[in-house]
């Protein structure tokens, strides 16, 4: 049997009314994972409560990934007229091993949604529309500009100095892709933002109380690992520390 720390990645569920219902997520999530050393475990939302308690405790990671909205009523707000693809099965999944992750110790990386979802789950709240809520100009949507490859990079991201996502990334500054129209409003509780947009948009959170490795970024390393170490060197972050932490 293999030693590789077993990292759990969540994954999306239709939300469209399709059918049949389907569970997915990206190939590049889970091919970032392996090529950093991880053994992917999927982790659905159509796992039931006792299946997901017995995958939690199997798992020696957490990859909270992208996809669609929050539901507002997770931070006491009405839907924004943009907010979409909301679905209340995923919510639940992600905000609970969210919140398990970081009471247990479990090593967690939270890309786009998952750092919204991480943010929610420990208390705060989400900008829910960039354009319509927000006076920015950087473009955070570049899947709105259809030339616009999912590996290429639309805007810098300044890190605080002295971090452990400056240590991982390895520099003050990250060239990133961007496919988000929500971004983090009022910050839960022991997150701390260590990377920012051009607009002041919080591209990075970490969690400096947290016993073991709470990293949240807001764009999406899995699209960038093959021209980009610093891409890979989150997911090698997350494996590295999920080995170290292993039960
Ligand atoms: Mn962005």
Redesign the pocket.
């Known amino acids: 049997m293999t030693t590789a720390p077993r990292i759990g990645i969540t994954t999306s569920i239709t939300t469209d009314g399709s059918s049949p219902e389907r569970a997915f997520v990206n190939s590049t999530y889970i091919r970032a994972v392996q090529q950093a050393g991880g053994l992917p475990i999927l982790l659905p939302p159509q796992l039931e409560p006792w299946a997901r308690q017995a995958l939690h405790e199997m798992i020696d990671g957490l990859l909270l990934t992208g996809g669609g909205d929050v539901d507002p009523a997770q931070f006491h707000e009405t839907p924004h007229e943009k907010t979409s693809d909301v679905s209340r099965e995923r919510d639940g999944l992600e905000l609970d091993l969210a919140r398990r992750a970081v009471d247990r110790a479990v090593p967690l990386l939270a890309i786009c949604r998952g750092l919204q979802v991480l943010n929610v789950a420990l208390g705060g709240s989400l900008v829910q529309d960039i354009p319509t809520e927000t006076s920015s100009t950087?473009?955070?949507?570049q899947k709105a500009r259809q030339k616009t490859a999912r590996d290429e990079p639309?805007?810098p991201?300044k890190v605080a100095d002295g971090t452990r996502l400056a240590a991982i990334l390895g520099g003050p500054e990250v060239e990133?892709?961007?496919?988000?129209h929500q971004?983090l409003k009022r910050l839960g509780r022991g997150l701390k933002p260590v990377a920012w947009?051009p607009d002041d948009?919080v591209?990075g959170v970490e969690m400096p109380q947290a016993r073991a490795l709470v990293v949240g970024v807001?764009?999406h390393p899995e699209e960038l690992v093959d021209r980009d170490p610093a891409a890979r060197s989150l997911f090698r972050a997350l494996v590295e520390a999920a080995a170290a932490a292993r039960r």
Do not use: G, I, K, L
């Open positions: 950087v473009d955070h949507s639309v805007h991201v990133v892709n961007s496919f988000h971004a947009a948009t591209e807001q764009w």
